[in-house]
């Protein structure tokens, strides 16, 4: 798993398709390729009961545009014999994103993994919110669960393109993702366990942030 510094290089310069076709038509002019250069990513701090020190990454895709925080050890429960405390868990990913010069991005969707076994009665939320370092803009996603349920999950955050913060040109900001498992026994018994994950016990559930992309002013 990811400590300290990690660093991917990239390369290409391909059209990111997927978030092409989720962006509105007038929108399309102003979406840029993936700049050629390299990006780099490194985690500047990994807090969170979801998220103990070792059990998170991070990786970028080869064409720019996307990026992907895997988690080995996030895990939501109430009932039978859960501590009291194990009904949330939370991670906040402090990322330093450098850039090619001249360019700026945004998260335009965010795909996030699990599985949940809910108890009839029980209910979960998946939550999600987003922020650039010293940016009152912050965007919230919320995704409810009832029981019964015993299946993987997945909930899509999508953000139109007029709406998209983007990281402010020439300055260095910190990029903030705070997410959220949060699992209610409602009326189901107490003795029985319901649980939501954001891992996988045979291996990690990729959790994937896409990016749109543009040329700052002047460039």
């Not at 979960?124 to 019964?148: D, K, L, W």
């Not at 997945?154 to 498992?181: H, K, M």
Request: with cysteine.
């Amino acid at each position: 798993m990811a400590r300290g510094l990690l660093r991917y290089l990239l390369s290409g310069g391909a059209l990111a398709a997927l978030l092409t076709m989720a962006l509105p038509a007038q929108a399309t002019p102003a979406f840029e390729d993936p700049p050629p250069d390299k990006i780099v990513i490194k985690v500047a701090t990994v807090n969170g009961s979801g998220c103990p020190q070792g059990t998170t990454a991070v990786a970028v895709s080869e064409d720019n545009t996307a990026f992907t925080v895997t988690y080995s050890d996030y895990l939501a429960k109430v009932g039978g014999n859960s501590d009291p405390t194990d009904f949330r868990k939370n991670c906040q990913l402090n990322l330093v994103v450098h850039v090619p010069q001249g360019f700026t991005y945004a998260v335009a969707s965010a795909d996030y993994r699990g599985f949940a076994s809910l108890q009839s009665g029980a209910s979960a939320i998946q939550r999600a919110s987003y922020y650039f370092q010293g940016s009152p803009n912050t965007q919230f996603r919320n995704h409810s669960f009832s029981g019964p349920l015993g299946d993987n999950w997945q909930a899509t955050d999508s953000t139109d393109w007029a709406q998209l913060v983007w990281a402010p040109c020439g300055v260095q900001r910190n990029f903030n993702i705070n997410t959220e498992l949060r699992v209610n026994a409602g009326t189901s018994s107490p003795d029985k366990v319901s649980f939501m994950t954001m891992d996988s016990t045979d291996g990690d559930i990729s959790t994937v942030y896409h990016l749109a992309w543009k040329e700052c002013p002047g460039k």
